[in-house]
């Protein structure tokens, strides 16, 4: 196993959970990024899961999906969000997914009878998939291994990031430990005891880790610093606070006054250029300066974990900073909104945003949040589910068909205004992007990139300004185009068609300052320095409803 040019950096979890590896990963990227370096990242997750596509929101956060069709962990849209470059399949790999290759392989007899075990195949197959994210000659690849050190699940993917060491030559691979230091008020100290724990349960297992990042509430005094140098055997300048932040993309920064960057570069012999900090400079500068702005509802049935939302969230933040404004974001849960509490809970905000999401629980308050939308001129954003409830709505009340519902919801409906395609394949055939989109979940769903063509004159196109674009997507149910003439003669537009017109993309309603559906995910394209025109747009129009308030 050789790689001449590509160097490797590995980040690994201590103490507990939820430190911010994904965060920290995704800002030493960007560091390099513009040290005029070509940077790649990739995430390890040690669950039984072949991907996060099945799990729970509630206990994993959202599922990011790329252009590609993977569904994947949500630290891969931080990694999109920092580093400006697309991610795709090979960018998070599972212990699932490890275990599956694996085992065909040795169905298929590609081990020629031999026994195999967790060394060495699982951990070849793993070491195999890191090397599989250097794609284009990248001079630095990050990958994050998820978990904490010391869960059992995790331990295959640290003996084989251990392995690569003696694999790569160590002057082309780098141990990066984030942990806590936590501040013991009553005390008045940091303490340091977790940190050399973790360091010693990482050490035990043949890994020393090179630089020491530490998760905690304020800065380490260099007295600190030293006593952990010396106790978990790293050099004194390897060291570094990773203090919390006001806004995330002030990480990059505080990183940076950290000198962590630089210390890599020493470390792994990279082109000394100096980086070029200045596009995150004015963002952080941009970030503190901006207005009180509207308040946007979002209408969901996963508000109790807000990572559920993510790139959703991250999406109005980057439309805020569009609009000069901080949108207050007012999380609603769709399962408790009735008729009868729909304006205490919407009367008093200047926008309504329904997310997507999959099954029957929460469906009608979203359904009634949409109502309430239309009828009282509140600029509206509907994303996927939320663009079919949407149409549901529209259907019963505009439309007069008070059955109407998703043919996943009730398959009975006399209405089915959305419903699975029957001639799904018959379709697939004639898509402009072919893949290959059957599931072992039980179903059929439309994953990834999808190109769709903008009617002009619409809300769409002005927030776009291009007649064809390309947006990821990720469900089963379509819009029933049988509708279509109904649904326009009452005034809704279809505004955004698949090139060959087969299916509806993005609804809209005339006579509203800002009603638009659409059937993808916009927020997994947002950036901080690029904005997606639907959410710059939407809080464009918010911005406006709260100044005429």
């Not at 979203?366 to 949407?390: D, H, T, V």
Request: glycine share 8%.
């Amino acid at each position: 196993m050789t790689n001449n040019k590509t160097k490797f950096i590995f980040i690994t979890g201590g103490v507990l959970s939820s430190l911010g590896k994904g965060l920290a990963a995704a800002s030493i990227g960007a560091l390099l990024k513009t040290r005029g370096l070509k940077v790649t990242i990739q995430k390890l997750d040690p669950y039984i899961n072949v991907d996060p596509g099945t799990m729970n929101p509630f206990q994993h956060g959202e599922v990011y999906v790329t252009d590609d069709g993977a569904e994947t962990d949500l630290d891969l849209g931080h990694y999109e969000r920092y580093l400006g470059i697309p991610m795709g399949k090979h960018n998070n790999c599972t212990s699932g997914s490890v275990y599956y290759e694996v085992i065909k392989k040795e169905r298929r007899g590609d081990y020629l009878g031999g026994t195999v075990q967790v060394i060495p195949h699982i951990t070849d197959q793993i070491k195999q998939s890191i090397l599989n994210v250097v794609k284009n000659g990248e001079d630095v690849a990050i990958i994050e291994i998820g978990g904490t050190v010391g869960d059992i699940e995790g331990q295959p993917f640290l003996e084989a990031i251990r392995q690569m060491r003696y694999d790569l030559g160590k002057e082309n691979v780098l141990y990066i430990h984030l942990t806590l230091v936590p501040y013991i008020k009553t005390a008045g100290e940091l303490k340091t005891k977790p940190t050399q724990h973790s360091v010693k349960e990482l050490r035990s297992i043949g890994i020393q880790p090179d630089i020491i990042l530490c998760r905690s509430e304020m800065e380490l005094n260099e007295g600190i610093k030293r006593k952990i140098a010396l106790f978990c055997n790293v050099d004194p300048d390897a060291v570094f606070s990773a203090v919390d932040v006001e806004n995330i993309y002030e990480v990059p920064l505080t990183f940076y006054n950290e000198g962590i960057d630089q210390k890599i570069a020493i470390m792994l012999k990279l082109p000394a250029k100096n980086p070029d900090l200045t596009p995150w400079i004015n963002l952080v500068k941009k970030l503190k300066s901006l207005n009180p702005g509207p308040k946007i509802a979002i209408v969901g049935k996963y508000v109790d974990l807000k990572e559920s939302y993510k790139s959703l969230h991250e999406a109005l933040v980057h439309g805020g900073i569009a609009n000069n404004v901080k949108p207050e974001l007012v999380y609603v849960n769709s399962e408790e909104l009735t008729q009868e509490n729909v304006h205490e809970k919407l009367g008093h905000v200047h926008g309504i945003l329904v997310p997507g999401g999959f099954g029957s629980r929460g469906v009608e308050g979203k359904i009634i949040a949409c109502k309430y939308a239309r009828e009282n001129k509140i600029p509206f954003f509907g994303i996927c589910l939320g663009m079919q409830c949407a149409v549901i709505e529209f259907a019963r009340n505009v439309l007069n068909l008070p059955k109407a519902n998703s043919s996943e919801f009730d398959p009975n409906t006399p209405d089915a205004v959305i419903y699975l395609m029957t001639e799904w394949y018959d379709f697939r055939k004639k898509c402009v992007q072919k893949r290959d989109v059957s599931s072992e979940k039980g179903g059929t769903m439309r994953l990834g990139a999808y190109p769709c063509k903008l009617k002009k004159g619409t809300k769409s196109f002005e927030a776009y300004k291009r007649e064809l674009i390309s947006e990821r997507h990720r469900h089963r149910y379509e819009f029933n185009k049988k509708y279509a003439e109904d649904f326009q003669k009452k005034g809704m537009v279809l505004s955004g068609l698949s090139p060959d017109e087969e299916l509806v993309e993005i609804i809209e309603i005339k006579d509203h300052p800002w009603f638009v559906g659409c059937q993808f995910h916009p927020e997994f394209k947002s950036k901080p320095m690029d904005p997606h025109p639907l959410f710059v747009n939407f809080i464009k129009a918010a911005k406006e409803k709260l100044r005429c308030s």
